[in-house]
């Protein structure tokens, strides 16, 4: 089974799945508490009620021939440790990215997704495209998802980011969505990543509780309707399988903005759609996970299983010895 995961930056899920988020009591509050330096303050926000039906008619859709599982982000609810988590598996804890910034991360023994599928058989083929430059930018703070120059040689691992930003991200969705739709429909690479971030973008500028947020929000439905063309057309032209998730980081308070506790901030989902058939049992199964759970589910649903050394091998630990001198214990002079 192929893989492809959408990444919409910044969905309220209950906006745009308002019927699964209202049918599923696992969406109402967090299953885990946030740790207190990244609690909100005294005011909690009202989360809005509206008239949203049919503003997302794609998720909706591959939600009514899929699931859609409940996700609790752990705070910080800021994109960097919210992708981070999200696409190598990860604790903000394991990875150490708390903040957009990216310091002293430890990315380069989290891999992403892309990689671990890459790891699993060195024969796979990757592919990422994203609006947010972090995400696969060598030169920026990340990226979160490896480079793998050897592997981009021959194509086999290919990454596209964003360059036009004359209209803000809605610009660079577009562009990223039709690269996507053309190496997904013509290259059926093994595994992919999309990630889009016009939702991020309008709830920034104008909250989430206003008709602009509803439009972005639309928009980013109509981008997931082409790359699940693209695939879908491989299904019914080369009977390939495939595995179709969307995910996302956070959520926005009404007046927008993210990166503490929140209800509304943390709630996100996991939908899960396979093309002309059912899921595999192992995903019927998910219950409520976290974000570092999410890579873990995929890889297991589409086959991959990663390699590892015996317990109790100190893999990676760094130590020095001191700068003491020799002992001078004859056993150990050679
Ligand atoms: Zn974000």
């Known amino acids: 089974m192929k893989l492809l ?42 989360v809005q009620e509206g008239t949203t039906e049919r503003v997302a008619p794609t998720l909706t859709r591959l939600a009514a021939g899929g699931r859609v599982v409940p996700v609790w982000v752990t ?15 990860t604790t903000h804890e394991q990875n150490n990215v708390w903040w957009n910034e990216f310091v002293g991360h430890r990315l380069a023994r989290c891999p992403d997704l892309l990689s ?30 490896h480079t793998r120059p050897d592997q981009q040689v021959g194509g086999q691992h ?40 016009g939702t991020d973008e309008a709830a920034h500028r104008h909250g989430s509780a206003g008709p602009e947020y509803l439009e972005a929000l639309a928009a980013a439905d109509e981008h997931v309707r082409y790359l699940v063309k693209a695939v879908a057309e491989r299904y019914e032209q080369l009977g390939e399988d495939w595995l179709v998730a969307v995910t996302t980081d956070h959520g926005h308070k009404p007046e927008g903005g993210h990166g503490e506790d929140e209800v509304v901030v943390r709630r996100s989902f996991l939908l899960l759609h ?21 890579v873990p589910a995929l890889l297991a649903a589409v086959g991959v299983r990663p390699g590892s050394y015996a317990a109790n091998h100190p893999v990676g630990e760094v130590r020095d010895v001191p700068s003491t001198g020799p002992t001078r214990d004859l056993r150990f002079e050679w």
């Not at 599928?117 to 495209?129: G, I, K, M, N, W």
């Open 116 to 145: 671990q599928v890459f790891f699993a058989d060195p024969r796979a083929r990757t592919f990422a495209a994203c609006t947010w430059p972090a995400l696969v930018d060598p030169s920026g703070s990340g990226p979160v998802i």
């Open 274 to 294: 396979r093309i002309g058939g059912r899921l595999p049992p192992a995903l019927l199964d998910l219950g409520t996970l976290r974000s570092h759970e999410v």
């Open 5 to 46: 995961l959408v990444g919409l930056d910044g969905v309220r899920v209950d906006l745009a799945l308002p019927d699964v988020v209202a049918g599923d009591p696992a969406f109402s509050a967090p299953d885990h508490p946030a740790d207190p330096r990244f609690v909100a303050g005294p005011r909690e926000s009202p």
């Open 158 to 197: 290919q990454l596209f980011g964003a360059t036009d930003f004359t209209d803000g991200c809605r610009s660079a969705d577009r562009q990223v969505r039709t690269r996507a739709a053309w190496v997904l429909n013509h290259e059926g690479p093994d595994a992919a990543f999309v990630h889009l971030e």
């Open 75 to 89: 705070p910080p609810t800021d994109s960097g440790p919210g992708w981070a988590s999200l696409l190598t598996g």
